[in-house]
């Protein structure tokens, strides 16, 4: 009877797009733990009389549990049940969640966002895009995709504006509870509906298990040794920047100590790099499948960004319309980010690709591993010794200074895959 009842759901029309857009939901709640200390921040400096640099620890440490697992997390996925990998990353986080809003001590925050990004981090993303190769036919996959990383960008969204008013109300404590609540609801989804595959399929993937590990010693090791698959992840990592910093990290009180915005106003105004992200995606996405000239597309993305970031941080006088277009076209120019994805799978072979997009994943990861701390430190050291409600207040300067890493990382990152990777070959993908 069990067997009729998987074969029956595994025939309905609906089954794919709904396994798969539980996979997305599991990305959504990763995306919302790592985006929404943007909006915690405040809360945490306070009321554990933390610097700069502490939250910049704090939060990043969620990039290194996720970055010593990410590797084998693809691993673990080929060889393992998708849907009881998710089953146990989803309580992991769920756990430390919970023990994150009820954390006493700054240790003990850090050994919950520790245990956060160890669970989640490192399978959201890979068991969803896995669930899509597994369910999804070929002509859907693109469109399935789009629509998880989609579901991201709107967890990035949410994880601003409406999570400032949540917790506004009722306390960062509980808002966070809730945030674990829902990640209850998306691990009993997934329990009751999440299949791994079709039953046809299931003697395929056996065989290639058996083949994958007999080779994966020599992947992984043509992996690594594959210059290119380095040029992309370091330059992609860069252009990642502004969503650790200003949209994970410190966005919102750069916009409280700058510009007088209260936490919802500026919040309000650090969602718009997720708008951009979302509106652009499909943009270059789009634009890089009809073009010879993905690389090109890729860059062009990266001096849109430029172009934004050096506004911000020359002018520092701007409208709230204005930080609106800012912000937005920073997250626009980031949006072309997506395109290297599509360079990784095309520079690889098929044996390689999982191997190559993990290891890219790790490169992105350590962009806010690195530099969330880096940007914390560079502020404590500008900082002019002024205080309010317990809460150091940052200047203009110091926030120029620690925002000079955006600009000058993605200008090198630009330089390093412009001068030394072999753009013709790249470009014809």
Not at 237 to 249: A, I, Q, R, T, V
């Amino acid at each position: 009877m069990p067997s009729h009842s998987h074969l029956k759901i595994n025939n309905t029309f609906f089954t794919p797009w709904i396994i798969c857009f539980i996979g997305g939901l599991v990305f959504f709640f990763e995306y919302f733990q790592i985006n929404m200390f943007n909006v915690l921040d405040k809360y945490l400096l306070q009321e554990f009389n933390m610097n700069a640099s502490t939250l910049g620890l704090l939060s990043s440490v969620y990039f290194y549990g996720t970055i010593l697992l990410l590797f084998p997390a693809g691993i673990i996925i080929d060889c393992f049940s998708i849907r009881k990998v998710i089953v146990v990353s989803m309580i992991v986080a769920i756990i430390g969640t919970i023990m994150f809003s009820l954390g006493t001590s700054k240790e003990y925050l850090i050994i919950s966002r520790l245990i956060v990004g160890l669970g989640i981090g490192p399978f959201a993303l890979i068991s969803a895009i896995k669930l899509i190769s597994r369910w999804m036919i070929k002509k859907e996959i693109f469109l399935a995709i789009s629509t998880v990383i989609s579901m991201g960008m709107l967890a990035g969204i949410l994880s601003q504006a409406p999570f400032a008013f949540l917790i506004n109300k009722i306390g960062w404590r509980q808002g966070v509870l809730l945030d674990a609540g829902i990640g209850l609801l998306i691990l009993i989804l997934t329990i009751f509906f999440v299949k791994d595959e079709p039953l046809k399929n299931k003697l395929t993937r056996k065989n290639n298990i058996k083949t994958s590990n007999y080779k994966l010693f020599f992947i992984i090791k043509n992996v690594i040794k594959r210059k290119t698959n380095w040029y992309i992840g370091i330059f992609t990592s860069f252009l990642n920047m502004p969503l650790f910093l200003l949209g994970s990290m410190v966005g919102g009180l750069y916009l409280e100590h700058i510009y007088h915005y209260n936490i919802i106003e500026g919040s309000t105004i650090t969602a718009m790099l997720y708008w951009g992200m979302l509106i652009g995606c499909p943009i270059f996405g789009y634009i890089a499948g009809i073009s010879k000239h993905k690389l090109k597309i890729m860059l062009s993305g990266a001096f849109v960004y430029l172009v934004a970031i050096s506004l911000l941080i020359g002018l520092n006088a701007f409208s709230k319309m204005q930080l609106y277009l800012i912000f937005f076209f920073i997250g626009f120019g980031v949006s072309a980010q997506n395109i290297s994805f599509s360079l990784i799978e095309n520079f690889n072979s098929k044996d390689e690709v999982g191997i190559a997009e993990a290891l890219h994943s790790i490169f992105i990861m350590f962009g806010g591993a690195i530099f969330q701390p880096l940007l914390g430190l560079i502020l404590d050291l500008n900082w002019e010794g002024k205080i309010e409600s317990g809460i150091r207040m940052f200047s203009s300067a110091a926030y120029n200074k620690a925002f000079l890493l955006m600009p000058i990382t993605i200008i090198l990152a630009t330089l390093l895959l412009a001068t030394t990777t072999r753009l013709k070959e790249i470009n014809q993908f």
